[in-house]
């Protein structure tokens, strides 16, 4: 997305992914069908050290641009509970179109290359990477997270932020599984196979969602 906006206003662009495909967390996102956004997307969706940060960036760009770049290129789409909106078909569909942009835009994109030291210059930056040498007036380093190691994700982000002298917050995970052994699972959960609810309220230690 960064890479077409910046084509698009007339500069040239090299993006750079280490991976052999682009986009595969798109590919598994939403289960396959990629939830591209939200209807109802507002800052108080967001927690932030900033919160005028959100306001900002949410009116820069709405949910309804993206919406209406979907419409552009014909993907068909479905609306599930609380204004998410999913691919009717595959994520693929996703992927397809940022590509396309990016294509139209004249975005030169390089799979299969790693970068292994970046270096600041006088105007600007240059990268070592697998294939060479690479010199640049911007550089953006879209990090990730450290959620699925087997989709490529690396810790590359931090090691740069802290190479470049920012204060790192420590890390944890975002999204953890409930682990039940068998005498609970027999005990709590076994009358309740196959119910839904719609609202209740899950406490444990203090804490209650």
């Keep these: 997305m960064c890479a077409l906006t910046a084509a698009a206003r007339g500069r040239q ?121 690479v010199r640049c007036e911007s550089l953006v380093i879209a990090t990730g997270g450290l959620s699925i190691p087997t989709l490529g994700a690396t810790g590359f982000g931090y090691q740069v932020a802290k190479q470049f002298g920012h204060q790192l917050l420590p890390t944890r995970a975002g999204l953890v599984p409930f682990t039940i052994t068998d005498p609970q699972l027999k005990e709590l959960c076994n009358e309740l196979s196959g119910t839904s609810v719609e609202d209740c309220v899950v406490s444990c230690n203090g804490q209650s969602f």
């Design 13 to 133: 662009v090299l993006l750079l992914d280490h991976a052999n495909k682009a986009g595969k967390k798109i590919l598994m996102s939403g289960g396959g069908r990629c939830n591209f956004t939200n209807m109802y997307c507002e800052p108080s969706n967001f927690l932030s050290e900033n919160p005028h940060f959100c306001k900002s960036a949410l009116a820069r760009y709405t949910q309804w641009d993206f919406i209406g770049l979907v419409a552009k290129h014909g993907v068909p789409y479905h609306e599930k509970k609380l204004g998410q909106l999913f691919c009717d078909n595959k994520a693929s569909d996703i992927l397809g179109l940022l590509l396309s942009e990016c294509d139209e835009a004249g975005v030169e994109l390089r799979l299969d290359t790693s970068v292994s030291e970046i270096s600041k210059q006088d105007n600007g930056y240059q990268l070592q990477t697998s294939a060479g040498a």
